[in-house]
């Protein structure tokens, strides 16, 4: 299963509305995981089972809420059992079919 989610606190910790020392407390322990993940300018997506895939988001969120008295939690999922390295495979079939559109 793939799960791509942002977690940030409801109120932000600087003058600027910045969120980002939350962001990094989060993407932290998504990365010490060990579960293959990436993180872009607006979520993180993390790939495994699913009890250590929200295993994973709880312990995030719940570092987040360190900063602050709210968390907000956005999450979208493909479950597609029987299926891995989903996180890389997905995107590689993207390119090659948009290298194949350029071709013809």
């Not at 295993?55 to 479950?79: H, N, Q």
């Not at 059992?81 to 993207?94: A, C, F, T, Y």
């Amino acid at each position: 299963m793939l799960v791509a989610f942002s977690v940030a606190p409801s109120v932000a910790a600087d003058s600027q509305g910045s969120v980002h020392e939350a962001v990094a407390a989060a993407v932290r322990i998504v990365r010490a995981s060990g579960l293959p993940n990436h993180t872009d300018s607006m979520f993180t997506t993390i790939e495994g089972d699913w009890d250590e895939v929200f295993a994973v988001i709880k312990a995030a969120t719940e570092a987040v809420g360190a900063f602050g008295p709210r968390v907000s939690l956005v999450l979208k999922a493909d479950i597609r059992p029987g299926h891995s390295e989903e996180l890389i495979g997905k995107l590689e079939r993207l390119e090659k079919a948009m290298r194949q559109g350029e071709s013809d």
